[in-house]
């Protein structure tokens, strides 16, 4: 595991003093000049996910409503089981509501989506829906916002997918090229967090240079 330009903040969880603030220009602009060239990249890695865990509660089970948060499009939800709606919020829902012919044309995406444009780590930010899911949103906070986001979660499931720092072997790790990542974990941290915000983890595992993790308040 490299982290020679990471701070341990905790057990397991690093921090970049020198992260690029998440709500940049810089940042906006980047996302948007690259969200079809990600949709294409990513839709192999979600294809190959779906099939190896076909058999695992985030993809065997079906879910009503999901609140996706900051992830973008929702790639993710598209290979699951969802009989009711998908809600994203984003700071830039705007722009991936602009792209959703995109999103669906590459993506089997069968349920209603809506984009609404919020900042998640505001304080009061509280989506009620079955499933949260935090695909690759979790790095670009500050620890405390984490813990905040995960505590203020009014969903009965969730799902977190995120990198995994324990992959990390040199400073060129691609999870580290993003000048807005500014938090990494390893897979056992994480499931920390996810539990010590009410929820019974249920199911994770690594997956490529990620991990995955499912939890449930039971």
């Not at 509280?126 to 670009?140: V, W, Y």
């Amino acid at each position: 595991m490299f982290t020679e330009h990471l701070t341990e903040v905790e057990p397991g969880i690093f921090i970049r003093e020198d992260a690029t603030p998440a709500k940049s220009n810089a940042v906006a602009e980047h996302y948007e000049k690259q969200a079809i060239s990600i949709l294409d990249a990513d839709r192999y890695h979600y294809e190959c996910m779906a099939r190896k865990f076909a058999d695992a509660p985030i993809f065997a089970r079906e879910f009503y409503n999901v609140a996706d948060i900051a992830g973008g499009h929702p790639k993710l939800a598209s290979f699951m089981r969802i009989s009711g709606d998908v809600t994203v919020y984003d700071q830039y829902a705007e722009m991936y509501e602009r792209l959703n012919d995109e999103f669906i044309k590459r993506y089997p995406m069968a349920t209603p989506v809506t984009y609404c444009k919020k900042s998640v780590t505001h304080p009061n930010f509280s989506p009620d829906a079955e499933l949260a899911i935090l695909s690759h949103i979790l790095e670009h906070l500050t620890v405390k916002q984490i813990r905040k986001m995960l505590a203020n979660l009014d969903t009965d499931k969730i799902i977190v997918y995120g990198p995994n720092v324990a992959r990390a072997r040199n400073s060129r790790w691609f999870h580290f090229r993003p000048g807005d990542h500014r938090t990494f974990a390893t897979i056992g941290a994480m499931q920390n967090l996810v539990a010590e915000s009410g929820f019974t983890v249920e199911w994770a595992v690594e997956y490529h240079e990620d991990y995955i993790i499912y939890g449930d308040k039971k």
